[in-house]
């Protein structure tokens, strides 16, 4: 029974938003082994078989964010992090404490998991001096010095004069402080740190350059052993009389570079080599193209003590091996007598996004900055695209399903797939140099096989984001459109092609590819995506909502907000319950900030948020994907990969999304009195709103209060013009549009 009670101009659906009083769902998390991207750039045993490893670092040299802890006989990393800055050094005082260098300052611990900030710079390295002393350079050229094992620090009046890229900082026997920098260059002070000089005096009347780049090594008795120009390896003689050319060691390929230098007790030296920074295109290695080489005589002779690991770090265990870290394949525990390589099976990598191709689950890698998509049919055994491109970290990688049912991959660059061999190749649409746009780094092809780009533009003077159409071809259509200010996070078509666009400056649709693109409210959309009922959810940063969703093709949109100032930028739907990833901070690209992650939260309802108990050994949750058989993945920004133990019940989760309402107009075409015949699953408060295809209300009501079951109402549209129009009907958290022409 319905009562109509007059006209109302425009129309506010409000939901609750305060938290709810479910009883928390309780998950019982695995890892997923076998998920490797990205290594380690500092590692050190805190105890025997107790190790600390900074986040995963990329082959281009950018440094891990994050500190970890690893231990042999366990099968997952456990954040410890301090902060969530880039982490620049990690190391052991001599009196036992633990040292962490990042972008934020030196912090210090007892444990490797309390941390204490003990000095406020921007770190760039650090290292203890063989006098015990611990010397730390700044990226604001300033060089710290601590002799109280890190918990005071000084800062030395005359620092070397490149302080500020400093990559290696020692002391050989004769006490000289050395302080390297890339490419190539040196500064030694034989007083102390009070005075600093690019050579090195030999006799009264001569000097010479002693070089010690990255990475490098001063040997127990003096002589510099130095990775030169990401190629060979230089080894000039005890005196520092400069003589490298003598001593040299030269990878076999171009392809490689010497990553990792150390030196044992007995003063054997170890060398690592991996893949060289700036490889076009990253692939497996040779069986005998990489490894792990031992000198007895300070790098004079080589001999190879393992063949085909990538190295890319390692360190000398209390147990006498080798643990090292590689590019694609995590960790190893190495003999170093004959050298076997025992992996250390957990996964370590920063997964940014996930999706369930029905019978296999998907998982994007950015570690390395490749195109590291990984696969898996049963969720424990995961192989690695076949064919991986150095890509450039613009815009962090993400995986989009289009209209056609391909797979695509959106990032500084696009690449395509189909979903049953997961092979990238490069999607080979490029932006006209003259093109207002930038980079192309989000697509979507609708089922015509038009294709929609969304560009990333990062400098210049039009910094915001543009959407430009492209023919079967791949040939450019027209000029670009912008949706409007800020930068477009994602493009996204669905079957139905109802394109869905995320973009900073808010949500916009089009039904046709022709069509103008119609703004739906101007949040700061982090992602959208349409369910299979056709519910479209659009995740927001939490300034005036959480979260956006419409039941209607965008007609009516319902606000929700899960806490103070909480976004979302993420979700997964199973049996109608909606699980949702949170964080209180997000950068231009729409990635939560490091340390702002609010965890994953639920509802049935879409009122009432519960957040989860239980969570991977870290807040940094990246993603998270239900996979065929229910089981819910996690991604994570340094663990790995995640999922539950067992499958969700079904039984425990009632659906959340509203009961659907049915109308139906007689007659129609309309014209003058016209009854809307309604079928309502449950009482409540509804609105009535009609509106042109311009988006301008023309006819409203105020709230009416009905009845469940079937009802009917009758307006009047003999004021109205001829032409096409939406009529909404929205209340009690459903909500209907249906289509009115008026003759």
């Known amino acids: 029974m319905l009562f109509f009670n007059g006209v109302l101009k425009g129309i506010v659906l409000f939901l609750a938003t305060l938290p709810g009083t479910l009883l928390s769902q309780e998950i019982v998390w695995e890892p997923v082994p076998l998920v490797h991207g990205g290594y380690a750039g500092h590692m050190l045993e805190v105890s025997p078989g107790r190790y600390l490893v900074c986040g995963p670092s990329t082959l281009h040299g950018c440094h891990g964010r994050g500190v970890f802890l690893l231990e042999e006989n366990a099968n997952a ?72 094992h890190g918990m005071q620090w000084e800062a030395l009046p005359n620092p070397p004069p490149r302080a500020n890229t400093t990559r290696r900082i020692d002391m050989n026997e004769k006490g000289w402080i050395v302080a390297g920098y890339n490419p190539g260059t040196t500064s030694i002070s034989t007083d102390g740190g009070s005075t600093w000089e690019s050579t090195v005096r030999i006799d009264d009347s001569t000097r010479v350059p002693a070089y010690m780049t990255h990475p490098s090594l001063i040997t127990q008795r003096g002589r510099i052993l130095s990775a030169f120009a990401f190629a060979d390896l230089r080894v000039s003689s005890r005196n520092w009389d400069g003589d490298a050319a003598r001593h040299r060691f030269a990878p076999d390929s171009e392809e490689l570079h010497v990553r990792s230098l150390i030196e044992s007790p007995s003063q054997t030296v170890f060398l690592g080599l991996g893949t060289k920074p700036f490889t076009p295109i990253p692939s497996r290695l040779r069986s005998d193209s990489a490894g792990i080489f031992l000198s007895r005589d300070e790098g004079l002779h080589w001999e190879r003590i393992n063949a085909g690991l990538d190295v890319m770090n390692m ?26 390589a025992r992996p250390l099976d957990i996964g370590y990598a920063v997964v940014t996004d996930l999706m369930n191709m029905g019978y296999r689950m998907t998982a994007l890698l950015d570690s390395c900055s490749v195109d590291g998509v990984a696969f898996s049919d049963d969720g424990r055994h995961w192989e690695w695209s076949p064919v991986m491109q150095y890509i450039e970290p613009v815009i962090s990688p993400h995986l989009i399903r289009d209209a056609t049912g391909m797979l695509l991959r959106g990032g500084s660059q696009l690449f395509e797939s189909d979903i049953l061999h997961i092979e990238f190749r490069p999607l080979g649409i490029d932006l006209p140099t003259a093109s207002v746009g930038g980079v192309p780094h989000t697509c979507t092809r609708l089922t015509d096989g038009t294709w929609l780009v969304g560009d990333y533009v990062s400098l210049g003077i039009d910094p915001g984001s543009h959407i430009h159409l492209f023919d079967t071809q791949k040939q450019r259509i027209g000029a670009p459109v912008s949706p409007g200010a800020g930068y477009i996070r994602r493009i996204q078509a669905t079957q139905g092609d109802t394109v869905l666009i995320a973009a900073e400056g808010g949500m916009y649709m089009s039904t046709r590819i022709t069509a103008s693109l119609v703004e739906q409210f101007s949040d700061n959309v982090l992602r959208a995506n349409m369910l299979p009922d056709g519910t479209i959810l659009a995740g927001c940063d939490g300034t005036t ?33 909606v699980y949702v990833l949170t964080g209180r901070d997000f950068d231009r690209r729409g990635d939560c900030v490091p340390g702002t992650a609010e965890g994953i939260w639920y509802s049935d309802d879409m009122r009432n948020w519960t957040r989860l108990a239980s969570t991977p050994p870290t807040t940094e949750i990246t993603s998270i994907a239900f996979d065929g058989a229910g089981r819910l993945y996690a991604g994570t920004r340094g663990c790995g990969l995640f999922r539950s133990a067992q499958p969700l019940a079904a039984d425990d989760q009632p659906a959340h999304m509203p009961d659907r309402m049915h109308a139906r107009l007689y007659p129609h075409p309309s014209r003058g009195q016209t009854l809307v015949q309604l079928d309502i699953p449950r009482p409540g408060t509804y609105r009535f709103t009609m509106r042109d295809l311009l988006g301008r209300t023309v006819l409203s009501t105020e709230n009416m209060f009905t009845q469940s079951g079937a009802g009917s109402l009758s307006l009047d549209f003999s004021s109205l013009p001829a032409g096409s129009y939406m009529l909404s009907i929205s209340g009690a958290d459903i909500s209907t549009t249906l289509p009115v022409l008026v003759e």
């Open 315 to 340: 360190i000398l265990t209390s147990s006498g091996e080798l643990l090292v870290s590689t590019a694609l394949d995590g960790f190893y525990l190495v003999d170093t007598a004959s050298g076997d």
């Open 545 to 577: 909502a959480s979260l956006r969703f419409t039941t209607n093709g965008g007609a009516t949109w319902s606000a929700i907000s899960i806490g103070t100032d909480i976004g979302v930028f993420n979700h997964a739907v199973k049996d109608g319950r």
């Open 77 to 148: 990393l456990w954040d410890v992090s301090p902060d969530w800055y880039p982490v620049r050094a990690l190391l052991q005082a001599a009196d036992g404490g633990i040292l962490c260098g990042s972008a934020s300052g030196i912090r210090h611990s007892a444990d490797g998991e309390q941390w204490q900030l003990r000095a406020n710079a921007d770190i760039v390295a650090m290292n203890r001096l063989r006098d015990g002393s611990i010397w730390a350079a700044t990226a604001h050229g300033d060089m710290l010095r601590s002799t109280d």
